[in-house]
C-alpha cells in the first residue's frame, strides 16, 4: 500500500505540479486519503455503479487504473483543493467525494479518466514502484 501511495505521490508530482505543492505546503501526504481508495478499489468512496466501472477497468487493465482513477479526481477537483487552507478542510473534502455529483456519472466519468492520464504506461508505473522499493530498502539499512 506504501508503495502505491508513493507511486501516486509521483504521478501527482509529475502531471498536477501546482496541486502537488500545496498538499506539501500543507503537509498533506495522498496517503492520508488514497490509502481508502486503494483498499477498496474505491467502491466505498465512489457511487455504486461508478464503482463497478472501476472494477470493469481494473480487471480489463491491472492496477495501473487506480492512478488513472486516482488522478482524475484530483485533476476534475483541482481548483477546489487548491482553495483549501488547512489540511482538514481538504480531507474532509475527500471523505465526501462520493457527494460529488459528476461521478454519478460513470461513463463520462470513466472516459475523463483514460484521457486526462494520458499517457500512463504500465512500465512506468514498474519503474516507479521499483524505485519506492529501493527507497523504502535504504531507510531500513
Known sequence: ??????????????????????LLAHNCSVDLFATKWFITLFLDCLPQETGFRVLDCLFYEGSKVLFRISLAILAHEEERL??????????????SIMDQTWLLYCHEFIELAFQRTQPLSSAAIARLRQRATEDRLLKIT
Open 1 to 22: 500500500m506504501q508503495i502505491d501511495c508513493y507511486v501516486l505521490q509521483q504521478l501527482v508530482r509529475e502531471k498536477l505540479p501546482r496541486l502537488h505543492d500545496h
Open 82 to 95: 487548491l482553495g483549501f487552507k488547512d489540511i482538514g478542510e481538504l480531507l474532509m473534502f475527500m471523505k
